[in-house]
Structures are given as structure tokens and as C-alpha cells.
């Protein structure tokens, strides 16, 4: 009984599996077309400087209008772009296009852009970087990079000479989704990131546990001392964001501040969430 069980279990043609390997081939055949179709647009998140009192700049967030599937979320697609080589192309459009839009705001606005661990493994990542700031005029100072914990997990040596070499042309580094990897406190060591984004997930455990909540305080004191900037990610209410700014936190993101917007958006937000107090001191 149990061998014919188990057997039936092993069962070449499952049709369920069978559909879902379709389904994920389909996919990637998708994926390869995409960017010829242009069915890439990039939403911009404000990030908003606490103790300014300010929008200081914005995230460049990837969306992905699927012809028959609708909007695909990048948490759906950015892992099959790695394994299929494609983050290599799209990344490169992202850099691109969220350099030349940031030309079009104010100078003190910054651009954020996440930049995928395989994007890391080829050196031409270096040359893809100078070459969205040369063709968009961008100031290299006014665009930051987003890397995650395992960026850092590969070819370290390799990868280190990279991450100088951006540096060295003026582009600043953010450690993402800090606090959910394993080794956090030792990758601080290994190279001098100009901003801690602290993960979401942090914010949320802070609400109901006050270990979380200690916790949250002293890798905001923690980046002060080590003159690191610190970002919340995924500030949702006053309350968090008032903790945070009792706390130390340099800068927040969430949608208490506003929700990712289209590009068009951006200049009505900036001029609708300009701080009133100028025109009340007068
Ligand atoms: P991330 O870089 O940590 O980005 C933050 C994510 O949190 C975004 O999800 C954002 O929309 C969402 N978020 C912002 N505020 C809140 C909030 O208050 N509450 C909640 N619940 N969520 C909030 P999104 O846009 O779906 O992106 C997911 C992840 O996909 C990003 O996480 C990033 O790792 C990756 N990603 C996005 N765009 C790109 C890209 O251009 N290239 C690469 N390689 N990865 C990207
Ligand atoms: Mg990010
Ligand atoms: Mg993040
Ligand atoms: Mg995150």
C-alpha cells in the first residue's frame, strides 16, 4: 500500500507540476520580450528627511505591465530575471531612466535605485553606472544604489573593487533591507555605506514587542556613530513615524509619507507636500 502510494507520488506527468513549469516558461519568454515592448515603467517612492522636515528624494521602484496578466510586482519577477540573465539589460534601462528623470527634478533631490546581486557578479556593472551619468548629465552625488546583504555574499574581493570604484565617481552606497540578513553588524565593517535602510519588517515587530523596539533604537544610534544615515522603510503611520524621529532616524519612507507615484506625479506632490510653516513665520 505504501509503495503504491509513494509511487503514485512520483509521478512523471503530474499535470499540476507539468502547468506550472509551462506556466513559468511562458514567463520567461515574456520576460525576454518585455523590454523591446517597453512594458517597463518606473514608480518613484519619496523618501522624506525628518529632522528637514523635507522630501529629499525618491526610490525608483520597477513595474512590469504584463499584457494579459496586468501589473506585475517586482517581488514576482526580479528572481527570474537573475536566473535567466535578463536583470542584466532591465537594470541597465532602470539606471538609465531613473538617472534622466532625476535630471528633470530640483538639484537637492536624490534618486535611489535598487541594483540585484547579479548585477554585481559582472564587472560590467561599473561601466553601466558612468555610462547613466554620462548620457544624462545626472550628478553622480544625486544618485545612491541600493544593495542588498547578499551582494556582498559572492566574489567578495571582485565585488569590493566595484563598489569602490562607484563610489570613487561620487555615487553613494545604501545598505537595503538591513536587520534580515544574518551577518548585518560585520558587512558594516567591509565597506562604507552612506545609508542603513532599516527593514520594514523592524518597524512592524517595534509596534508590539519592546525588545524590537530596543532594538530598533540602537541600530538607529548605531548609524549615528558610525556616521551613517538611517532610513525606516514601510512607515505607515504618525505614530512610527514620530518614534522614529524621537529615535534619531534620519530619514523616512512609507506610505504615511505617500504611496509610489508615476513620474508625472511627482512635481503636483512636491508642490502639495511643501512644509506650510514659511508662509506661517511671515
Ligand atoms: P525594497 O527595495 O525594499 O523596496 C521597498 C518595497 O516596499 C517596495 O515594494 C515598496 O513599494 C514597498 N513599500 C513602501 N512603503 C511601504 C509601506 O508603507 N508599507 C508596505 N507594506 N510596503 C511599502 P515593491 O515596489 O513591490 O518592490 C519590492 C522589491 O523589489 C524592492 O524592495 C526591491 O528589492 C525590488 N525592486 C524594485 N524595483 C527594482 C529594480 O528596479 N531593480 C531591482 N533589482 N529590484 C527592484
Ligand atoms: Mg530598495
Ligand atoms: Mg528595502
Ligand atoms: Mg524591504
Not at 71 to 89: K, M, T
Not at 98 to 115: E, F, G, Y
Not at 258 to 270: N, Q, S, T, V
Request: proline share 4%.
Amino acid at each position: 500500500e505504501a509503495k503504491r502510494l509513494g509511487r503514485s507520488r512520483l509521478c512523471f506527468f503530474d499535470p499540476q507540476l507539468e502547468s506550472r513549469a509551462l506556466a513559468r516558461r511562458n514567463l520567461e519568454l515574456d520576460l525576454r520580450r518585455a523590454l523591446g515592448l517597453r512594458q517597463f515603467s518606473l514608480l518613484y517612492q519619496p523618501q522624506k528627511s525628518i529632522s528637514g522636515n523635507r522630501i529629499s528624494g525618491f526610490e525608483a521602484l520597477i513595474r512590469w505591465d504584463h499584457p494579459s496578466r496586468g501589473r506585475v510586482s517586482p517581488v514576482d519577477f526580479i528572481s527570474l530575471a537573475e536566473e535567466i540573465g535578463e536583470i542584466h539589460p532591465i537594470g541597465e534601462w532602470v539606471l538609465k531612466t531613473a538617472c534622466r528623470q532625476a535630471t528633470t527634478w530640483d538639484s537637492q533631490l536624490s534618486v535611489a535605485v535598487n541594483i540585484s546581486p547579479v548585477q554585481f557578479e559582472n564587472d560590467d556593472i561599473v561601466n553601466v553606472v558612468a555610462k547613466a551619468l554620462e548620457t544624462s548629465g545626472l550628478a553622480p552625488e544625486r544618485l545612491e544604489l541600493e544593495i542588498t546583504e547578499s551582494t556582498l555574499l559572492g566574489d567578495s574581493d571582485e565585488v569590493m573593487r566595484r563598489l569602490w570604484g562607484i563610489k570613487a565617481m561620487g555615487v553613494s552606497i545604501a545598505m537595503d533591507d538591513f536587520g534580515t540578513g544574518y551577518a548585518s553588524l560585520s558587512y558594516l565593517n567591509s565597506f562604507p555605506f552612506s545609508k542603513l535602510k532599516i527593514d520594514r519588517t523592524f518597524l512592524q515587530q517595534a509596534e508590539h514587542s519592546p525588545r524590537s523596539k530596543a532594538l530598533m533604537k540602537a541600530i538607529l544610534s548605531m548609524g549615528e556613530s558610525l556616521g551613517m544615515a538611517t532610513v525606516a522603510e514601510g512607515v505607515e503611520t504618525l505614530d512610527q513615524y514620530e518614534e522614529l524621529s524621537r529615535g534619531g532616524c534620519t530619514t523616512a519612507q512609507g506610505y504615511y509619507i505617500a504611496r509610489p507615484m508615476a513620474p508625472e506625479a511627482i512635481e503636483e506632490y512636491l508642490r502639495s507636500s511643501r512644509p506650510t510653516s514659511l508662509t506661517l513665520v511671515k
